[in-house]
């Protein structure tokens, strides 16, 4: 387990990961903007499930895969970035759309939900990975407590801080999408910015080191 002095340094990191915006605060903002508060905490929820799984991914040392291979990391990010601009070019496409597509079936409204994008937004960020694997060996003591626990003990409290962080976000920027959305103009205008700030994010994403 980490020393007292460890503690306060990890917990500000993670405190400082939490509140830098990236491709899973920004999306959450994009969706609370277009959707208001309820979108916005369903992807603060689907952000979270998916940094717990590169959490315990850490934990396995499955992660570490991402660090030493440069094909398995440039595939994610590129995958992860596809996936931004795909979404951002839907948000514009359905601009003026007020409902889902008659057609679009349970499948459809699964895929297109906020907790899913924001599953696989998060997902497909190789950065949180190599974040967690960057970040949590300097403060893992084998001799006091079995690394893979303490692995997640400390990824799930970064967790816990970002997802408070995106939370903030979603709750502020949901209610001001809510006042957006009731007037029509503005509705088409702020789906356009959301999606461009997708698609910006995705380019970000795919040209980033």
């Known amino acids: 387990m980490p020393t007292a002095a460890e503690w306060a340094v990890f917990l ?12 899973g605060i ?12 309820g979108e916005g905490v369903r992807s603060v929820a689907g952000n979270a499930v998916g940094a717990a799984v590169h959490v315990v991914a850490a934990a396995l040392g499955l992660s570490a895969l991402l660090a030493t291979s440069a094909v398995a990391f440039t595939v994610v990010k590129i995958a992860g ?4 601009v795909y979404l951002g070019l839907q948000a ?16 459809g ?4 939900s906020p907790w899913t994008q924001g599953v696989l937004t998060e997902l497909l960020n190789p950065k949180t990975a190599l974040y967690f ?38 709750l502020f920027a949901g209610g001001l999408g809510a006042r957006l959305l009731e007037n029509p103009r503005w509705r088409v205008r702020q789906r ?4 461009l700030t997708m698609i910006g994010l995705g380019g970000f994403v795919a040209v980033a080191e």
Do not use: K, N, Q
């Open 12 to 23: 500000g990191t993670a405190a400082l990961f939490a509140v830098t915006p990236g491709p």
């Open 26 to 37: 920004l999306y959450v903002l994009a969706r609370s903007l277009r959707g208001g508060r």
């Open 81 to 84: 970035a596809c996936y931004l």
């Open 92 to 107: 514009i496409l359905r601009r003026h759309d007020d409902a889902p597509a008659p057609s679009a079936g349970r499948g």
């Open 109 to 112: 409204r699964w895929a297109r």
């Open 133 to 170: 694997m960057a970040l949590l060996p300097h403060f893992v003591h084998p001799e006091t407590a079995p690394a893979p626990l303490v692995f997640l003990l400390l990824g799930l409290i970064a967790l816990a801080m970002a997802f408070l962080a995106d939370l903030a976000v979603a």
């Open 192 to 195: 356009v910015a959301a999606g």
